[in-house]
């Protein structure tokens, strides 16, 4: 049975970069589309950036972090990346990683294997 696992989060101050994996084993995650979601303590999980199978490769940012965000497979190493820039102290969250064979939106619902989570936290 395929797995997600995350790493790289962490504690960064205002304005800092980190730079969050999704390694997948026991499935090819190029097969895959793979999204990043995050919840915030007393919040829903949301969508952050998702990006299509390896074929197609269109991505999808969320308003608040578009520009900021950059999401990016290395199939080699079955893994997908989000590189976060500028970060802010909203930004604060666990973050996740999913992946599904077919999706139509960047949806928490539209995916079905889930990772653990990395925490990810921005304060000074």
């Known amino acids: 049975q395929g797995q997600l696992v995350e790493s790289g989060g962490g504690l960064v101050q205002p304005g800092g970069s980190l730079r969050l994996s999704c390694t997948a084993s026991?499935?090819?995650?190029?097969?895959?589309?793979i999204g990043w979601f995050r919840q915030a303590p007393g919040k829903e999980r949301e969508g952050v950036s998702c990006?299509?199978?390896?074929?197609?490769?269109?991505?999808y940012y969320e308003d608040s972090v578009k520009g900021r965000f950059t999401i990016s497979r290395d199939n080699a190493k079955n893994t997908v990346y989000l590189q976060m820039n500028s970060l802010k102290p909203e930004d604060t969250a666990v973050y996740y990683c999913?992946?599904?064979?077919?999706?139509?939106?960047?949806?928490?619902?539209?995916?079905?294997?889930w990772g653990q989570g990395t925490q990810v936290t921005v304060s000074s």
């Open positions: 026991g499935f090819t995650s190029d097969s895959y589309f």
């Open positions: 990006i299509s199978s390896s074929d197609s490769s269109s991505t």
């Open positions: 999913a992946a599904d064979r077919s999706v139509r939106y960047c949806a928490v619902g539209s995916f079905g294997s």
